[in-house]
């Protein structure tokens, strides 16, 4: 299966950016949605962004609208969630997932329908 690993995490101040990025090898991501997720201790993995395998159909976290963008490169395989405005309740560890179905025509994706995972990427911002 694809392997997934995101970088790009960090230490940032309240209000300050950081762009993510993930990393895929074993096979081409080009027709599937991907999506980005994040986590805090005690709570459900959360959905912050997805982006079809069109590259045309993109969604966000009602939390992250207008300050996060999500984007992809088939030729470089490659994810990327550039971070703007962040505030000290993004702090989390960062997910990248992948659905496991081609050409699935559901344009979002749900943390129950991502087939694999990377290993997460630190954000922490303080305030």
């Known amino acids: 299966q694809v392997r997934l690993v995101e970088s790009g995490g960090g230490l940032v101040q309240a209000g300050g950016s950081l762009r993510l990025s993930c990393a895929a090898s074993?096979?081409?991501?080009?027709?599937?949605?991907m999506g980005w997720f994040r986590q805090t201790p005690g709570k459900e993995r959360e959905f912050v962004a997805s982006?079809?395998?069109?590259?045309?159909?993109?969604h966000y976290a009602d939390s992250v609208k207008g300050r996060f963008s999500i984007s992809r490169d088939n030729a470089g395989n490659m994810l990327y969630l550039q971070m703007n405005s962040l505030e000290v309740e993004d702090t989390a560890v960062y997910y990248c997932?992948?659905?496991?179905?081609?050409?699935?025509?559901?344009?979002?994706?749900?943390?129950?329908?991502?087939?694999?995972w990377g290993q997460g990427t630190q954000v922490t911002v303080s305030s």
């Open positions: 074993g096979r081409s991501i080009s027709s599937h949605t």
């Open positions: 982006i079809m395998w069109t590259g045309g159909g993109t």
């Open positions: 997932g992948i659905d496991p179905i081609p050409w699935n025509s559901d344009e979002s994706l749900a943390a129950e329908g991502v087939g694999s």
